[in-house]
């Protein structure tokens, strides 16, 4: 076997084969992103937000759920089985959005999704993270969440162009054959498992495992349990951005292409900035840029109230990506600074069950608040929450 070395130069080949597969992987969110709310009103009539939104639940559920077991799951079958695994669930997902007789299949697609980016996201994170060692890792985590969501961008994008040129079924989903098929055959011939990496690291590492890593990761330890509230607050204000957002811009008579453009520059800034904002978790305070991370978003939601224009909900999709960005490479590496290396693939795995439950949380609150009052009533509560979440990091957390 070969010398195994740990750091981004060294293992650069198998890196960004990884930031590949990622795209692959943030290219199947892209795929509903910008259209099937607007499937749900016009193919399958359904007028009740929670009703709507319901796609979105399933997701986060099953996502948050598969999370959990792949982190617990990683060292004992390897990182690679589970990525590939991920891909071939993702097999039906296409064609079962193209074919959807009712409501119900797309439910089921969401399931098989919400698995698919479980396996496959929750693997390459990991993997990244084995090889690059301590140095670079938030660095490592941007430019891994940089492919993911830019890639979420193009797709939302492509898919919204194709929707209004030639309809909403079949042709956008073809892209996502193409991107199961690349992301197999990636996995299973090009990506090397990274477990050897592990044990690499850990004779060199200082930090104590973790009493109890479920509850340690979920509240009790003061910077794991900061960043999994505030990672929760993140993914419920994606996933009220991602339901509610294009039904809000169809109800001000903007375009299918529009609203395609305008759900994609929120992503696309979130995507290309990881390449700054995970350098930049590198160089300064964790605690500083979740904090002002987060506070963007709740100032970009609180704005959403106000803005009438595309000018005006263009900027605002930029700032809530940019704070997106600050935050989203900086969970993770934060995550990897506080735990010893045979705990981190499981404690990874608890942080992304409790952020991805906040899909299905924000889908589910912003949905009945949507009902009962009206979609502005929700933005607002949502930048509320994201605004107690902000607090919370600046009083709890330590810097390490």
Known sequence: MAEIKLGLKENWKQFSLLVIVNAFVGGMVGLERSILPEIAEKEFGLAVKTAILSFIVVFGITKAITNYYTGALANKYGRKKLLILGWLIAIPIPFVLMYAQNWNWVIAANVLLGINQGLAWSSTV?????????????????LNEFAGYLAVAIVAFTTG???????????????????TLLGLIFSVFLIKDTIHHVSKESTNNTIAPLKNIFWDTTWFHKNLGSVSQAGLVNNLNDGMVWGILPLLLASKNFTI?????????????????QLFTGKMADIYPKKQMLFIGMLLQAIALLLFFYASTMLHYGILASI????????????????????????????IGIFRLWRDLGYAIGAILTGVIAD???????ILLIAILTFISAIIIKIRMTET
């Open 320 to 347: 809530l990506g940019w704070g997106t960005a600050m935050v989203y490479p900086t969970f993770l590496a934060s995550i990897a600074e506080n735990t010893n290396p045979f705990d981190r693939a499981k404690s």
């Open 257 to 273: 292409e529009q609203i395609g453009l305008i759900t994609a520059i929120y992503p696309g800034v979130w995507g290309i900035g």
């Open 372 to 378: 009962i009052f009206n979609i502005n009533t929700s």
């Open 126 to 142: 990991v993997m990244k993270i084995d090889l690059v060692g301590e140095k670079d890792r938030g660095f490592a985590m941007g």
């Open 161 to 179: 162009w194709i929707a209004s040129e030639y309809g909403l079924r079949p042709y956008p989903f073809y892209i996502g054959i193409l991107l």
